[in-house]
Nanobody
Framework: HVHLVESGGGLVQAGGSLGLSCAAS????????MGWFRQAPGKEREFVAA????????YYSNSLEGRFTISRDNAKNTGYLQMNSLKPEDTAVYYC????????????????WGQGTQVTVSS
C-alpha cells in the first residue's frame, strides 16, 4: 500500500519562496511518476507539475511561468516542489500524487494522493 504525506506548507508573503516535500511509503516509489496538483478555494483542482520515475523529465503547467521546480530523490522516497516568486493566486491546497501516469496532467491518471498541504501567499 502506498501512502503519501506532504509537508512544508504555510504562510508566505508575495515574492517569497516555499518548499514542499512529499514522503512516500512503499517500495515502488522509484517506478512511478510523481506530481503535484493544487486546489484554490472555489476553484477546480489543477495540475502543477510532474516528474518521471527517473527524474530525467519534468512537465509544468504553463501558468507557472518557470517559478516552480519539481524534483525527487528516489533513495529517500521523497519528492519536492520548490516554489519561488510566489503570488497570492498561488494560494491553494497542494496535493502530492503518484502513479503510472507518464507525464500526464490528467488527475485521473494518478492513483496515489496525499492529504494535501495548505499554502497561503499574502499580498
Amino acid at each position: 500500500h502506498v501512502h503519501l504525506v506532504e509537508s512544508g506548507g504555510g504562510l508566505v508573503q508575495a515574492g517569497g519562496s516555499l518548499g514542499l516535500s512529499c514522503a512516500a511509503s512503499g517500495r515502488t516509489f522509484s517506478s512511478w511518476t510523481m506530481g503535484w496538483f493544487r486546489q484554490a478555494p472555489g476553484k477546480e483542482r489543477e495540475f502543477v507539475a510532474a516528474i518521471t520515475w527517473s527524474g530525467g523529465t519534468t512537465y509544468y503547467s504553463n501558468s507557472l511561468e518557470g517559478r516552480f521546480t519539481i524534483s525527487r530523490d528516489n533513495a529517500k522516497n521523497t519528492g519536492y516542489l520548490q516554489m519561488n516568486s510566489l503570488k497570492p493566486e498561488d494560494t491553494a491546497v497542494y496535493y502530492c500524487v503518484g502513479g503510472y501516469a507518464g507525464l500526464s496532467s490528467n488527475q485521473q491518471k494518478y492513483g496515489y494522493w496525499g492529504q494535501g498541504t495548505q499554502v497561503t501567499v499574502s499580498s
